[in-house]
């Protein structure tokens, strides 16, 4: 299960990215980072769908000037369901 990684929004912040640009630039909907911001919000907690954190992943990155796949190490997490549940 993919999950933000505590500070996302401040990573997001540190290179002049506020929650509306990634969703705007990743064409991903605020609905659905605040979700991931706010798990505890859902009834369902499915974790973020791989295409959509790319997708940040890359916005984050361009905006970084850094790496597609060190981008997304830095703002999510990627544990396996059986870790969570334990």
């Known amino acids: 299960m993919v999950r ?7 990573k997001l912040a540190s ?3 506020g929650v509306d640009d990634v969703a705007q630039q990743a064409t991903i909907s605020r609905a659905a980072i605040f979700a991931w911001l706010n798990p505890g919000t859902q009834p369902r907690r499915t974790g973020i769908r791989l295409k959509n954190a790319w997708a940040v992943a890359r916005v984050y990155a361009a905006a970084a000037d850094i790496d597609k796949a060190v981008a997304f190490t830095a703002l999510f997490i990627d544990e396996p369901v059986d870790q969570i549940v334990a």
């Open 4 to 10: 933000p990684a505590p500070d996302f929004r401040h």
């Open 15 to 17: 290179v002049g990215l």
